[in-house]
């Protein structure tokens, strides 16, 4: 099968992923070429995407289509008011043009939930986001108190958040969500007409309070009587997810899944993380089999709330579940290892503990918690369909989602910052790309001698994520 992608945007995870796993399993994905694409804060003409879509078209079986780069030209640029709603009604109206033209051709659409917050694209965008952060969680929470009192004291909160915003922030802010949402709304229309084969709305930064709430409550109305439509948390899985969809299509496969904690909800997120678990895996079409011999295993945090990062607190805890993970390696289960102890990278307590990170089939621990699930459950349709693990991929993950997230980025940070540079906003992007391999390539511990060496770039000018790509020396076939 031949997928014509058009991705979230020209990061790695959006783009490389979606190729390599489709590639893995037999199948082709087409995306625009790199002129088309947008870089950073410079957002993909809508013209540049109509006809890299046209044009792949012709020689592909399907399409997966993300909405805020049809629109907007990226996932940064739908938070800018750079198209007006009408105009961003117009552009996403050209799917009813596509699906005319290539009828035969169904299109997976996903589409996103603007953040509760802004953009932070320099250091001095900090205080704003936090202040929009609060503003928009006390703003719902206000709504949703009985007592007057409380209310008042949110209300306050909030008044007091608003006052560290600038106005013309704010403003903009709220035409941004209006219209985006509108967006959102007309995506469900489109599949209530058939235009799309199914929808993937995907909430991004979405915690448990906040702007986003009232949003939801509308498009699930919207969604009433509708099959194949899904909200849930996440965004830069989107795309790795409805590739694999449209490939598995009809042909459901089945996982386990072992929760090593209790109940929790991830940071960014706003509902218990078992609820966007299980509605990925219905998404994806991997039905829940405590029989079958592949196991998602969460590495859930300590206590019902996930933390941005580990203490010694979660000691105990966290050798506890590398035993568990050892255990169930040793019994030849293939696991594909889903690190959610702390938010965006992985436990370096865990990774130092587990003896089995060889046996490993997948791991995940980029980012918020379901931008981890949904890379990880991509990669085990891929697999699965292939018949053996893609080990260079696992590694990448492992030397990405780890090393680069919880190890190194940190000090890197602060070694540019000592050079006089923002790392929300690199000055000098090559320098950075040198020190960054440079501390790859002298990286010690037990994960590179299960990796390798690597070679590790920065997709765009700031740290807040890194290209990394390996080469193994083979691969093993799926147990």
């Known amino acids: 099968m031949t997928i014509a992608l058009l991705p979230l945007d020209s990061r790695p995870c959006n783009v490389r992923f979606p190729v390599q796993l489709a590639a893995w399993c037999g199948h082709k994905v087409l995306v625009p070429e790199r002129e088309e694409m947008d870089d950073f804060t410079s957002p993909a003409p809508f013209a540049a995407s109509r006809e890299a879509l046209l044009r792949m078209g012709e020689g592909a079986d399907a399409f997966v289509i993300c909405a805020d780069h049809l629109i907007y030209g990226s996932l940064l640029a739908s938070r800018a008011y750079a198209v007006d709603?009408?105009?961003?009604?117009?552009?996403?109206?050209f799917l009813r043009e596509l699906h005319a033209r290539f009828p035969e051709k169904p299109i997976q659409l996903v589409s996103t939930i603007m953040r509760s917050s802004l953009s932070t694209l320099c250091a001095g965008d900090l205080e704003a986001y936090e202040a929009m952060s609060v503003y928009s969680e006390c703003t719902d929470r206000a709504q949703t108190v009985r007592s007057s009192k409380e209310r008042a004291a949110l209300l306050s909160r909030a008044e007091e958040a608003k006052a560290h915003i600038p106005g013309e922030v704010l403003e903009r802010y709220?035409?941004?969500?209006?219209?985006?949402?509108?967006?959102n709304r007309a995506c469900i229309a489109l599949r209530r007409?058939?235009?799309?084969?199914?929808?993937?709305?995907?909430?991004?930064?979405a915690p448990k309070f906040g702007f986003h709430r009232s949003e939801q409550r509308t498009l699930l109305k919207d969604m009433q009587g509708l099959t194949a439509v899904f909200l849930q948390n996440g965004t830069d899985e989107g795309g790795c997810l409805a590739?694999?969809?449209?490939?598995?299509?009809?042909?459901?496969?089945?996982?386990?899944?072992?929760?090593?904690?209790?109940?929790?909800?991830?940071?960014y997120e706003d509902r218990e993380f078992a609820e966007n678990v299980f509605s990925c895996m219905a998404y994806l079409g991997v039905e829940y089999d405590p029989a079958s011999p592949a196991v998602l295993a969460i590495a859930c945090p300590s206590g019902k709330e996930q933390p941005e990062q580990e203490s010694d607190a979660?000691?105990?805890?966290?050798?506890?579940v590398a035993r568990c993970i050892d255990e169930m390696a040793d019994a030849g289960s293939p696991i594909y290892l889903l690190d959610l102890i702390h938010a965006n990278g992985g436990s370096t307590r865990l990774m130092n503990t587990l003896k089995s990170l060889d046996l490993l089939c997948g791991y995940s621990a980029w980012n918020t918690a379901s931008n981890s699930l949904g890379t990880l459950l991509a990669q085990y349709v891929s697999d699965r369909l292939a018949g053996k693990v893609q080990t260079d991929f696992r590694n990448a993950r492992f030397l990405d989602d780890y090393v680069y997230q919880s190890e190194i980025r940190p000090?890197?940070?602060?070694?540019?910052?000592?050079?006089?540079?923002?790392?929300?906003?690199?000055?000098?992007?090559?320098?950075?790309?040198?020190?960054?391999?440079?501390?790859?390539?002298?990286?010690?511990?037990?994960?590179?001698?299960?990796?390798?060496?690597?070679?590790?770039?920065?997709?765009?000018?700031?740290t807040f994520e890194a290209d990394i790509e390996v080469n193994a020396d083979g691969e093993r076939t799926e147990g």
């Open 411 to 462: 000090e890197l940070n602060a070694r540019l910052r000592d050079e006089g540079e923002d790392p929300f906003r690199l000055r000098d992007k090559a320098g950075a790309e040198r020190m960054l391999q440079s501390m790859f390539d002298a990286y010690p511990g037990p994960v590179m001698q299960v990796t390798g060496r690597c070679r590790a770039r920065l997709p765009w000018a700031r």
């Open 314 to 320: 979660d000691e105990a805890h966290v050798r506890a």
């Open 193 to 205: 007409e058939n235009v799309v084969s199914s929808l993937l709305i995907l909430m991004e930064d």
């Open 243 to 267: 590739v694999m969809r449209q490939i598995l299509a009809s042909s459901p496969m089945e996982m386990d899944v072992c929760y090593l904690g209790g109940d929790f909800t991830a940071r």
């Open 174 to 183: 709220m035409q941004v969500r209006a219209r985006n949402h509108a967006v």
């Open 85 to 93: 709603t009408e105009e961003a009604l117009e552009r996403l109206d």
